[in-house]
């Protein structure tokens, strides 16, 4: 059952990834094309998710934003898991001053409410998806170096490290070849489940115009823009907020799933 309801996911999960991928395509319209004459115009047969404000077809913003919006997320998760992981198992197999130092930036970090810290190092690097991207890195990487740490401690003194590192083996072998393949389902979980808090943060930033640009198709931002025709013209908002909902939803299920999955496998071994 559990490995059923994986496959399903993951291919809600590849659906949602090939659209974002292939959104310039699939798009009817100029997600760019300024038509007044459009202006806040209802959802109708040319326009099925209607337009906003400036009358550009919703749908088509929508379908542009994914790649944005969903890859960008994508990008610091990969980014923050690779740097925090690295970071992580080597201070604890080193110890000493390196583990102390990781230590006490993580306490310096978790002192702040994370997406208020990345406001603050977004508001100092200046708007721009890119900026947007490193300050929610800046803000991620220590709990993922966090968790590395501790999945690393509790090998350390496996019978198989202190028989790689009697025989000579170089912390990078002994890394590659046996501390990652130890943590890594339980990072990869991590991982999985952290995207969907990634999107919305990196959405919430650009709602506060703190990430994405004008007049660049991404879903926060297209939803600050339209907050003030909330009453009047819904759709313009509605369905940008859907979006979120749903991608958040399937990356959330999709995690669950693959954690249910390698527990069932761990139990078995």
């Not at 201070?91 to 406001?119: E, T, Y």
Request: proline residues 3%; contains cysteine.
């Amino acid at each position: 059952m559990t490995s059923n309801r994986l496959i399903f996911f993951s291919v809600l999960l590849l659906a949602v990834l090939l659209v974002a991928l292939l959104g310039d395509n699939l798009a009817p319209h100029d997600p760019y094309l300024v038509d007044m004459k459009l202006s806040l115009q209802k959802p109708c047969s040319d326009y099925s998710l209607g337009c906003d404000n400036l009358g550009r077809c919703i749908l088509s913003r929508l379908l542009y934003g994914a790649k944005a919006t969903i890859f960008s997320a994508v990008a610091v998760v990969i980014i923050v898991f690779s740097i925090g992981t690295l970071i992580g198992t080597v201070a604890a197999l080193k110890g000493g001053i390196a583990d102390k130092i990781l230590m006490k930036i993580n306490v310096i970090f978790q002192a702040f409410p994370s997406f208020v810290l990345a406001m603050a190092i977004a508001g100092i690097l200046g708007a721009g998806l890119r900026n947007g991207i490193i300050s929610i890195c800046i803000v991620q990487w220590t709990k993922y170096a966090r968790m590395a740490r501790s999945y690393t401690l509790e090998i350390r003194n496996r019978e198989y490290l202190q028989s790689a590192t009697i025989s000579g083996a170089g912390a990078f072998s002994i890394i590659v070849h046996h501390v990652l393949p130890n943590i890594f389902p339980k990072m990869l979980i991590m991982a999985t489940m952290d995207v969907s808090s990634v999107v919305l943060s990196l959405a919430g930033l650009s709602f506060l115009g703190l990430s994405a640009k004008h007049p660049t198709a991404e879903w926060g931002l297209m939803m600050s823009d339209s907050r003030m025709y909330l009453q009047t013209a819904p759709w313009t908002v509605f369905f940008s907020g859907v979006a979120l909902f749903v991608v958040v939803l399937i990356f959330n299920l999709f995690a669950e799933s693959l954690r249910d999955v390698m527990d069932v496998k761990g139990q078995k071994i």
